[in-house]
């Protein structure tokens, strides 16, 4: 099983200011990395797939990369709305597909 | 616009059996994979299973495997995820989404609770 690890476990970011989330994978996964952001009571929403990709409909401040065992997630200009938790997930090896334990972006 | 209801959630206890349902429209169900991914209260995603659009191949988390069975209807355009056996740490919010690998399309959730 592929192993997710997510860091940090909360930033604390300014509206207006960068974030910078990171997702490792315990063994290469390739480009095949999804992000997602899930917002409390709410279901998750596809950001990203192919670490890269934006998903429809995602806005533009919101970029991925990486490949192999290293991805991050960027964006660019926080808003208000941004403001929830983000999960990477593998989809190289499987079954099981595999989550990260989620990075929380909160308001400093 | 993809949409997916689940239904079926509910409180139960240890031992017991419970069937979810996720109702799905706005796209072409038959062709489509599906799966269903659980979030314990105040934790992470974990994928639960996944099944292939024709319902032939499907997948399971090692934590599942032989209590939780999925299953469709094409016909009825329904997902179906049959729980057997739960246990407390079944205890979890149940999504279905659409796709097998990563789901632009989700449901809104529903809650199973596994408490004696």
């Known amino acids: 099983e592929i192993v997710m690890t997510q860091s940090p476990a909360t930033l604390s970011v300014s509206p207006g200011e960068r974030a910078t989330l990171s997702c490792r994978a315990s063994?290469?996964?390739?480009?095949?990395l999804a992000w997602y952001q899930q917002k409390p009571g709410q279901a998750p929403r596809l950001l990203i797939f192919g670490a890269s990709t934006r998903a429809t409909g995602i806005a533009a401040r919101f970029s991925g990369s990486g490949s192999g065992t290293e991805f991050t997630l960027t964006i660019s200009s926080l808003q208000s709305e941004d403001f929830a938790v983000y999960y990477c997930q593998q989809y190289n090896n499987w079954p099981p597909l595999t989550f990260g334990g989620g990075t929380k972006v909160e308001i400093k | 616009e993809v949409q997916l209801l689940e239904s079926g959630g509910g409180l139960l206890q240890p031992g017991g059996s419970l069937r979810l349902s996720c109702a799905a429209s706005g796209f072409t169900f038959s062709n489509s994979a599906m799966r269903w991914v659980r979030q314990a209260p105040g934790k992470g995603l974990e994928w639960v299973s996944g099944i292939t659009g024709s319902g032939d191949s499907t997948y399971y988390a090692d934590s599942v495997k032989g209590r939780f069975t999925i299953s469709r209807d094409n016909s009825k355009n329904t997902l179906y995820l049959q729980m057997n056996s739960l246990r407390a740490e079944d205890t979890a919010v149940y999504y279905c989404a659409k796709d097998l690998r990563y789901s632009s399309g989700w449901g809104q959730g529903t809650l199973v609770t596994v408490s004696s």
């Open positions: 063994q290469s996964v390739n480009s095949n």
